[in-house]
């Protein structure tokens, strides 16, 4: 029985590292798809497709991302070990960050206030301007 478990374990995908920028970007699409209650198809497809996109992933590489990123944020209390993990990332990919934020919001053609609060928070929190953010978001409704 142990060996077996041993075999099981053994052949298992690298655990993803949890101060791993990728996973707290995941983590923070998860929360915001589900903000307002309800995660639509089109929330789903924006977040997966968001990841796909901007990393590079395989469809199965992201499918493990998005599971281990839901992990993490039902066992977190605030945004603060994800924020921490990307703000010190260059201007440019906090920017695209924020620009994946709002791909979800506007997934199922609303944007609900909590979403709206969450994106603008997390923009405060890694240092991205109002400006950008609103500019972001602009873009995003028109898309």
Same mark, same amino acid.
């Given at each position: 029985?142990?060996?077996?478990?041993?075999?099981?374990?053994?052949?298992?995908?690298?655990?993803?590292?949890?101060?791993?920028?990728?996973?707290?970007?995941?983590?923070?699409? @998860?929360?915001?798809?589900?903000?307002?209650?309800?995660?639509?198809?089109?929330?789903?497809?924006?977040?997966?497709?968001?990841?796909?996109?901007?990393?590079?992933?395989?469809?199965?590489?992201?499918?493990?991302?998005?599971?281990?990123?839901?992990?993490?944020?039902?066992?977190?209390?605030?945004?603060?070990?994800?924020?921490?993990?990307?703000?010190?990332?260059?201007?440019?990919?906090?920017?695209?960050?924020?620009?994946?934020?709002?791909? @979800?919001?506007?997934?199922?053609?609303?944007?609900?206030?909590?979403?709206?609060?969450? @994106?603008?928070?997390?923009?405060?929190?890694?240092? @991205?301007?109002?400006?950008?953010r609103t500019r972001l978001r602009s873009e995003m409704a028109r898309a």
């Amino acid at each position: 029985m142990f060996d077996a478990l041993t075999r099981l374990f053994a052949r298992s995908e690298p655990a993803i590292e949890a101060h791993d920028p990728k996973l707290a970007v995941a983590a923070l699409l @998860v929360h915001l798809a589900a903000i307002d209650g309800t995660v639509t198809d089109g929330e789903r497809g924006a977040l997966k497709g968001s990841l796909l996109e901007h990393y590079g992933l395989s469809d199965s590489e992201v499918d493990r991302l998005v599971v281990e990123a839901t992990r993490q944020d039902n066992d977190s209390v605030d945004y603060y070990k994800f924020t921490s993990a990307i703000s010190q990332l260059p201007e440019d990919e906090k920017i695209a960050i924020v620009r994946m934020m709002w791909q @979800v919001v506007f997934a199922d053609g609303k944007n609900h206030e909590l979403e709206d609060n969450m @994106v603008w928070r997390i923009a405060e929190l890694i240092n @991205v301007s109002a400006r950008d953010r609103t500019r972001l978001r602009s873009e995003m409704a028109r898309a």
